[in-house]
């Protein structure tokens, strides 16, 4: 049987994706976005919106927030539509709403300064980071 | 290519006695880098070659299906996927 497989093996293989960058995937950029909102949630929180002094840094915490919101969605797109395949849904038959939620949490962040939706969404992201490297093993 | 080609597919390749035509598939040179084949799907032919896209949408964005390709790369069209066994057929 492995004889006949080796016969029949394709002498060429010819690919189908994108150049250079596919197949590099990793949810850890996602990680590292959610982390950075949770902590200008925190920072946002401890400043005094009145004194003058720490209104710049105020608006500071809330763009760098609104930007790693919406990195955090962007990271969870790519995974969502080009890394997992349908081979992966058959295992993780959850897999398309924790994405949906997930996107959802980003968008919730990047409108509020909201503690439990920074750590909802630490938690979302951490739950896909855990099936992607289930998936790699 | 999902969901006509996934990854691992075993496809028997014939020659390109004629040129292709719009929707077919074709195995080609990777204009980007010499001696990497690519199968994608004929989009239009021009009088100088042809313009090839992707199935899935993720992989539009692929340098070599912008532009014309000239037939010169184009090297044959898949005409069986003989594994796995589960997907054998003509892949369209």
Same mark, same amino acid.
């Given at each position: 049987?492995?004889?006949?497989?080796?016969? /029949?093996?394709?002498?060429?293989?010819?690919?189908?994706?994108?150049?250079?960058?596919?197949?590099?995937?990793?949810?850890?950029?996602?990680?590292?976005?959610?982390?950075?909102?949770?902590?200008?949630? *925190?920072?946002?929180?401890?400043?005094?919106?009145?004194?003058?002094?720490?209104?710049?840094?105020?608006?500071?915490?809330?763009?760098?927030?609104? *930007?790693?919101?919406?990195?955090?969605?962007? *990271?969870? /797109?790519?995974?969502?539509?080009?890394?997992?395949?349908?081979?992966?849904?058959?295992?993780?038959?959850?897999?398309?709403?924790?994405?949906?939620?997930?996107?959802?949490?980003?968008?919730?962040?990047?409108?509020?300064?909201?503690?439990?939706?920074?750590?909802?969404?630490?938690?979302?992201?951490?739950?896909?980071?855990?099936?992607?490297?289930?998936?790699?093993? | 290519?999902?969901?006509?080609?996934?990854?691992?597919?075993?496809?028997?390749?014939?020659?390109?006695?004629? !040129?292709?035509?719009?929707?077919?598939? @074709? @195995?080609?040179?990777?204009?980007?880098?010499?001696?990497?084949?690519?199968?994608?799907?004929?989009?239009?032919?021009?009088?100088?070659?042809?313009?090839?896209?992707?199935?899935?949408?993720?992989?539009?964005?692929?340098?070599?299906?912008?532009? @014309?390709?000239?037939?010169?790369? @184009?090297?044959?069209?898949?005409?069986?996927?003989?594994? !796995? /066994?589960?997907?054998?057929?003509?892949?369209?």
């Amino acid at each position: 049987m492995l004889a006949l497989t080796r016969l /029949l093996a394709p002498r060429l293989t010819a690919h189908a994706h994108c150049d250079v960058p596919c197949g590099i995937y990793d949810p850890s950029t996602a990680k590292i976005a959610a982390d950075t909102v949770a902590k200008m949630v *925190e920072k946002i929180t401890a400043i005094d919106p009145k004194n003058n002094a720490d209104r710049n840094t105020l608006v500071r915490c809330i763009q760098v927030k609104e *930007e790693h919101a919406q990195i955090c969605k962007k *990271e969870l /797109l790519i995974l969502w539509s080009d890394y997992f395949k349908p081979e992966h849904l058959e295992k993780y038959p959850k897999l398309h709403d924790t994405f949906w939620k997930a996107a959802k949490l980003c968008s919730k962040n990047k409108q509020n300064v909201d503690a439990q939706a920074a750590a909802d969404l630490q938690a979302a992201v951490k739950e896909i980071s855990d099936i992607f490297w289930a998936t790699k093993k | 290519m999902e969901p006509v080609l996934r990854d691992g597919d075993w496809l028997v390749v014939a020659a390109l006695r004629r !040129p292709p035509r719009a929707g077919e598939l @074709v @195995v080609l040179d990777d204009p980007l880098a010499p001696g990497r084949l690519l199968v994608k799907r004929v989009r239009d032919v021009t009088t100088s070659g042809v313009r090839v896209g992707s199935d899935a949408s993720e992989h539009a964005g692929h340098l070599a299906e912008r532009g @014309v390709i000239p037939l010169s790369l @184009v090297h044959g069209r898949p005409v069986l996927r003989y594994a !796995p /066994l589960a997907r054998v057929g003509i892949p369209r």
